[in-house]
């Protein structure tokens, strides 16, 4: 097929218009970058997650998708400060109960309205909670480890990684079902709570599962029961708690937000490939790999899910009398 020279310039320039297209990913995301704030320091849960999606994101939007962590206030600077960036600014949030449900309830000026200034993209990861023993405590199941409490109540602290965390209002609920009373000792994060439980500083721990599962493969802590609905396929050794004879079931969660200024077009956009990228075998296989439960949802899913965790947990929290 011959082409003349106007056919030959029009096919040029829609090749050229398709390379752009794809260079430069969506036109409404300004400088080719979209950025994924994570409210806490690097190497925990939230922040593997984010690390992750951003790689599953870049070749889907064919913009640059990269990490930033915002660490201050348990989670609250950063939620405050998402929600102020211009519109043009593309910024998302990956966020956790602990500034999006809990510290609304517990703080009166937060400089936010989680259902007012964000809009919830997709459920990300989500997580159990384990209680752990470490060396001091001579029990290697959860039966023995009751009776250990109810003779030691004097020498019993449960320490979580936060003050105001959803492992401090777990242990509070245990404390309940138990009918025991067990001081809570806060610590700044998992990393020197796990140091303090191997240490014997610390009989018992309450944290997320990814947080205690290496050390418990490792045999320096043993993670004694889960609160999820079945056991971990990666921990099936570990019984849940309802399977020890405690009507305690509850899980935790990684949402992705947008700032409701953002354009309803652009987040419906990158809301779509977030969709897809967490659909991908390669996707949630490195989210395994990494120790994290993948999952993925509709923004309309993601909201009714909120919707029930609220249900479920606004009441715990209002009633544990905890202020931050």
């Given at each position: 097929?011959?082409?003349?020279?106007?056919?030959?310039?029009?096919?040029?320039?829609?090749?050229?218009?398709?390379?752009?297209?794809?260079?430069?990913?969506?036109?409404?995301?300004?400088?080719?970058?979209?950025r994924?704030?994570?409210?806490?320091?690097?190497?925990?849960?939230?922040?593997?997650?984010?690390?992750?999606?951003?790689?599953?994101?870049?070749?889907?939007?064919?913009?640059?998708?990269?990490?930033?962590?915002?660490?201050?206030?348990?989670?609250?600077?950063?939620?405050?400060?998402?929600?102020?960036?211009?519109?043009?600014?593309?910024?998302l949030?990956?966020?956790?109960?602990?500034?999006?449900?809990?510290?609304?309830?517990l703080?009166?000026?937060?400089?936010?309205?989680?259902?007012?200034?964000?809009?919830?993209?997709?459920?990300?990861?989500?997580?159990?909670f384990?209680?752990?023993?470490?060396?001091?405590?001579?029990?290697?199941?959860?039966?023995?480890?009751?009776?250990?409490?109810?003779?030691?109540?004097?020498?019993?602290?449960?320490?979580?990684?936060?003050?105001?965390?959803?492992?401090?209002?777990?242990?509070?609920?245990?404390?309940?079902?138990?009918?025991?009373?067990?001081?809570?000792?806060?610590?700044?994060?998992?990393?020197?709570?796990?140091?303090?439980?191997?240490?014997?500083?610390?009989?018992?721990?309450?944290?997320?599962?990814?947080?205690l599962?290496?050390?418990?493969?490792?045999?320096?802590?043993?993670?004694?029961?889960?609160?999820?609905?079945?056991?971990?396929?990666?921990?099936?050794?570990?019984?849940?708690?309802?399977?020890?004879?405690?009507?305690?079931?509850?899980?935790?969660?990684?949402?992705?937000?947008?700032?409701?200024?953002?354009?309803?077009?652009?987040?419906?956009?990158?809301?779509?490939?977030?969709?897809?990228?967490?659909?991908?075998?390669?996707?949630?296989?490195r989210?395994?790999?990494?120790?994290?439960?993948?999952?993925?949802?509709?923004?309309?899913?993601?909201?009714?899910?909120?919707?029930?965790?609220?249900?479920?947990?606004?009441?715990v929290?209002?009633?544990?009398?905890?202020?931050?």
């Amino acid at each position: 097929m011959k082409w003349t020279r106007r056919q030959a310039v029009a096919a040029m320039a829609a090749m050229a218009a398709w390379a752009a297209a794809h260079a430069q990913g969506p036109a409404d995301i300004e400088g080719g970058v979209l950025r994924i704030v994570v409210p806490y320091p690097p190497g925990g849960g939230t922040d593997r997650a984010a690390r992750l999606l951003a790689n599953a994101l870049q070749p889907l939007l064919g913009v640059s998708v990269v990490v930033e962590n915002r660490v201050g206030a348990g989670g609250r600077l950063a939620v405050q400060q998402v929600h102020r960036e211009p519109a043009s600014r593309n910024v998302l949030l990956l966020a956790n109960p602990a500034p999006m449900l809990v510290s609304p309830l517990l703080v009166k000026e937060e400089g936010y309205d989680v259902e007012r200034d964000y809009r919830p993209l997709s459920e990300i990861t989500r997580y159990a909670f384990g209680v752990a023993v470490g060396p001091a405590v001579p029990v290697r199941e959860f039966g023995p480890l009751r009776g250990w409490m109810q003779a030691n109540q004097d020498k019993i602290t449960v320490g979580v990684p936060a003050t105001g965390s959803l492992p401090h209002f777990f242990a509070l609920m245990l404390a309940q079902q138990l009918k025991i009373d067990m001081p809570v000792a806060g610590y700044r994060g998992s990393a020197p709570l796990a140091n303090d439980l191997m240490g014997g500083h610390v009989p018992i721990a309450v944290d997320t599962i990814d947080a205690l599962e290496p050390l418990h493969k490792s045999g320096k802590l043993r993670i004694l029961a889960n609160s999820a609905d079945r056991r971990s396929a990666t921990l099936p050794d570990v019984p849940t708690f309802q399977e020890v004879g405690l009507k305690l079931s509850a899980v935790g969660w990684n949402v992705l937000y947008a700032p409701a200024s953002m354009p309803a077009e652009r987040i419906r956009r990158i809301g779509d490939a977030v969709h897809r990228a967490m659909a991908e075998p390669d996707t949630r296989a490195r989210f395994a790999s990494a120790e994290l439960d993948a999952i993925g949802s509709t923004p309309e899913q993601t909201a009714k899910m909120l919707e029930a965790y609220r249900a479920q947990w606004t009441p715990v929290i209002r009633a544990s009398g905890i202020k931050l």
